[in-house]
Structure formats: C-alpha cells, structure tokens
C-alpha cells in the first residue's frame, strides 16, 4: 500500500503530473502499488506478465537482452529515483523484442499497472510525449552500450565499468564477484577473471573474495 511519501514521490517523479485531471491522478493512484525484490530477482521477461512502468524507490536494476544460446547483453542499469519504461514494452507498439529487468540489489519498486498504463497514453498526449522521450533517452545509452561492445578493447570496457560503478557507490572497493561483473557488463567470467588479474598484476587494482577494490584511479582512467 503506498504511503503519503509515496504517493509525494509519484507527484515529483512524473513530469506530466501536473498535466493530469484530479480523476486522472486518483486512478494512476489506484492502479500504483509498491512492491520489494530481492537481490537478482527477475522482474520482468518474456514469461512473465508484463508489470508496467517501474519507479526505483530504492536500489538498482539491470535492462538487458539474451540470446538464443542464454548470453546476456546489459542494455543499461537504472537507479534510485529512475522510471523504466521497458518494463512495460507489452503496451509498447515499437517495442518488438524481448527485454528483461532484473534487480542487481534488494529493491523496492512503485509500479504502475501496465493496462492502464496503456490506456492513460491513448487519453493523454503529455502521457505519451513522457514515455517514448523516456525511451529514446534510454536508446541512446544502448547505443553506447553497443558502441563499446563492438569498437572498444575489453581492457578500456573493464576501466570504465569499475571507474563507474565507484562513482556511483561512491567507494572504492566494490563488493561484486567475477561472475556478477561479467553478466553486467555482456561477456563470460573467464575474461573478466583474466583481464582483472592483469589490472592486479599491474597494481591498479586488489582483488579479494568478492570483491575489486580500485588502487590506482589514474591508471585506469589513462586505459580510457
């Protein structure tokens, strides 16, 4: 049940808020709900039902695709105070590929109910300008998604990754397994493992038990 911040929350996180009717705004009420997921939790893919648009109350989620043979390519990763759109790719004509949403932490989520959703978009234009605005922001970061998967050395594709998520946690040793590295950024263990024992070799980083922890910043950032 959504608590008076919550419902405060929706109010500041929409920017067509203001553009609804009362009647408007009392349904997109009704039909949000605030929901937790568990670390790695599937949230969202092609055999489930589609949950409709995701406002990140707390934590992180990853956007990706997978291929026929399982191998999975992260789109891009939402935070706290975000809204995912893809989530609800059901009601979203240009949407014609399969998309998944997992949560990379423990999450709690306010989601919007995807069939009136739909419905909102057909009734209010600011609705509809919103949401394929939303989406277009987001297809700009795949494209720089794809961009360092097919023109960027795996070297400068780690640096950036490991310099981002410490920018974003704000610490220098990030608590993620090889593995967890790996399926965030679209490749296989094997080569996260490798390329991160050559940053360890070279003193730019510690590796621990689940865990990267950044040494030397400069370093990396000269790989970029």
Request: hydrophobic residues 40%; charged residues 25%; glycine residues 4%.
């Amino acid at each position: 049940m959504l608590t008076s911040e919550d419902k405060t929350l929706i109010g500041s996180a929409f920017p067509f808020w203001e553009k609804l009717s009362h009647i408007e705004k009392e349904e997109f009420l009704h039909h949000a709900s605030l929901n937790t997921y568990a670390k790695n939790s599937p949230i969202h893919n092609a055999d489930l039902e589609c949950i409709g648009i995701l406002y990140v109350k707390k934590g992180s989620l990853r956007v990706y695709m997978m291929s026929e043979d399982g191998r999975e390519i992260t789109l891009y990763r939402i935070g706290s105070g975000e809204i995912c759109a893809l989530s609800a790719s059901c009601v979203l004509n240009s949407i014609t590929f399969d998309v998944y949403v997992d949560a990379v932490s423990d999450c709690e989520l306010i989601q919007i109910c995807s069939s009136y959703f739909s419905k909102l978009m057909e009734q209010n234009v600011y609705v509809e300008v919103f949401t394929y605005k939303l989406i277009a922001e987001h297809f700009s970061e795949v494209m720089w998604t794809m961009q360092q998967i097919l023109f960027m050395s795996f070297d400068r594709r780690l640096a950036i990754f490991l310099l981002d998520e410490s920018a974003s946690s704000k610490k220098s040793e990030l608590k993620m397994t090889h593995e967890e590295i790996a399926r965030l950024m679209g490749s296989a263990r094997e080569v996260v493992t490798r390329m991160l024992k050559y940053f360890s070799s070279e003193g730019w980083v510690e590796l621990g038990r689940g865990s990267v922890k950044i040494v030397d910043r400069s370093a990396l950032s000269g790989l970029i």
